[in-house]
């Protein structure tokens, strides 16, 4: 039976990716969010029509054609955007990918996931063929993430619960933003969390910056944090021991418990 072909639109790629998942990587940036976060440095990937459009094989030849340097470790990550806003397309991707032997990383806010259908039984596919999620936690505070991003947090928590009972791996990350991510409360809540999940293998501290801040500008759209600066190398050394972003965390509980 024939398949019909699915296409997604993708906003760009980048050949040799080393900060989104293990290895060197083939970075598959997709077109569509629905969050309106402040801090957005992609505020081109917002509209869901953007982009190029690309069929899975179209995609994986050009992918393929950096294959030699991934070595063991590296692969393809897909990001966005919001990746899981074009499901059916991850679907067809990742399969074909893994046929191929091809280790996928999915990078994503969470924030479409849902146990309704057929949402959650397309993700619950599409965990079939992804090797591991890159899950950015934007604000543990739902208040907050609301004026941060726009949504509730319910959802992206709701999934890395879910994530959790599964036993997919996860790698948290979550952006330090002063006057806004940056208090020790809520960093403390946050770790509180991830100490309930059993599959987190590493915890991330992404430092603001404003360097996107230029898109906004050239979409029209004002900026929502101008004048707020990076923060200190304090504030990052804070948030990295609250979070206990050093070392293995699974090694950390088993040493916790000796």
């Known amino acids: 039976m024939n398949r019909e072909k699915i296409y997604g639109h993708i906003h760009s790629t980048e050949s040799f ?13 997709m077109q569509g969010c629905k969050m309106r976060c402040q801090f957005c440095h992609n505020p081109d990937t917002w509209k ?6 690309f069929s899975s094989e179209q995609l994986l030849a050009q992918a393929e054609r950096f294959r ?65 999620i890159l899950l ?9 993430h609301k004026v941060l991003t726009g949504h509730s947090n319910s959802a992206v928590l709701q999934m890395a619960r879910h994530l959790s009972d599964i036993g997919k791996p996860v790698w948290i990350r979550h952006v330090l933003v002063p006057q806004r991510t940056d208090y ?34 050239t979409l029209g759209v004002t900026y929502p944090l101008t004048g707020i600066n990076p923060p200190a190398k304090e504030r990052i050394e804070n948030a990295n021991r609250l979070l206990h972003t050093h070392g293995n965390r699974e090694t950390d509980k088993k040493i916790a418990s000796l």
Request: glycine fraction near 10%.
């Open 17 to 29: 990716g080393s900060v989104d998942g293990p290895g060197v990587r083939f970075i598959v940036f």
């Open 48 to 53: 869901m029509t953007g982009g190029t459009v």
């Open 68 to 132: 030699p340097y991934w070595g063991k470790d590296g692969g393809i990550t897909i990001s966005g955007g919001e990746p899981l806003l074009q499901i059916d397309f991850l679907l067809d991707f990742t399969r074909k990918a893994k046929e191929r032997g091809i280790n996928i990383v999915l990078d994503t806010c969470g924030q479409p996931f849902t146990y309704a259908q057929p949402f959650f039984h397309k993700f619950t596919e599409l965990m079939k063929y992804v090797d591991l």
């Open 136 to 144: 950015d936690i934007k604000h543990i505070d739902d208040d907050a």
């Open 184 to 217: 020790d409360e809520f960093l403390i809540r946050l770790d509180s969390f991830i100490e309930t999940l059993s599959n987190v293998e590493k915890v991330e501290v992404l430092p603001y910056h404003a360097m996107g801040c230029f898109k906004w500008e």
